[in-house]
């Protein structure tokens, strides 16, 4: 992916990208799974000055696929840059019915100003600040901060790079129940993510995976 970044190939992949997200969406509800999907769109496809129109039309074109388990997962740098244009675009987007996340959320130089005139639904904690919170006191407090600016803003809080039981528990501790991993399992093909997920068990205590 960082090849292609910022190339001519960054857009037609983030039109793939979309078109294999609404197929997985339908395809997971064809078998009794409705679950939010998450796809990244990149800064350039997110800017362009028809990207929600054209989003539009293509929810329209997936009427099997419900527009509100697709969610938009965009970067703090995509997000602030030209944040007036980007926020306009995102109210759009949530029109549409489709959710927004915003990704690694800590990793970059947004301020609570530039937060609240985004509108989103999601904050995913940076995996770097989960891994670190078990033995380093300031990934700690980052992770309570977001945690709290999450309720404080009513988004929901997603840690990303959960590996270990000890930090899934960590994390429900501190109020995030919602995280994605490889504690929970290794990416893998959907042909096989449908019977595994419909048995999974939740252990004791643990958080709540995501598909993203």
Not at 28 to 57: D, R, Y
Not at 142 to 158: D, H, K
Not at 164 to 192: E, I
């Amino acid at each position: 992916l960082p090849f292609i970044e910022g190339t001519e190939l960054d857009t037609p992949f983030g039109v793939w990208v979309v078109e294999a997200g609404f197929a997985l969406v339908k395809r997971l509800a064809s078998a009794g799974l409705e679950l939010p999907v998450s796809i990244n769109i990149s800064a350039m496809h997110l800017q362009q000055s028809n990207f929600s129109l054209w989003m539009g039309e293509r929810v329209a074109a997936h009427p099997q696929s419900p527009a509100h388990l697709l969610d938009i997962e965009i970067t703090e740098t995509a997000a602030l840059l030209q944040i007036d244009c980007v926020a306009q675009t995102l109210r759009e987007l949530r029109t549409l019915g489709l959710t927004i996340s915003l990704d690694d959320f800590g990793t970059g130089y947004s301020s609570l100003t530039y937060l609240r005139r985004l509108p989103l639904n999601t904050l995913k904690i940076d995996q770097s600040f989960v891994h670190g919170m078990m033995n380093d006191a300031g990934d700690l407090a980052i992770v309570q901060g977001v945690i709290g600016l999450a309720r404080s803003f009513g988004y929901r809080i997603i840690a990303e790079g959960v590996e270990t039981p000890d930090q899934g528990q960590m994390l429900l501790q501190l109020g995030c129940n919602m995280a994605q991993g490889y504690h929970f399992a290794r990416p893998m093909p959907v042909a096989d993510f449908i019977p595994r997920v419909k048995n999974w068990q939740a252990p004791a205590l643990a958080v709540r995976p995501h598909t993203g």
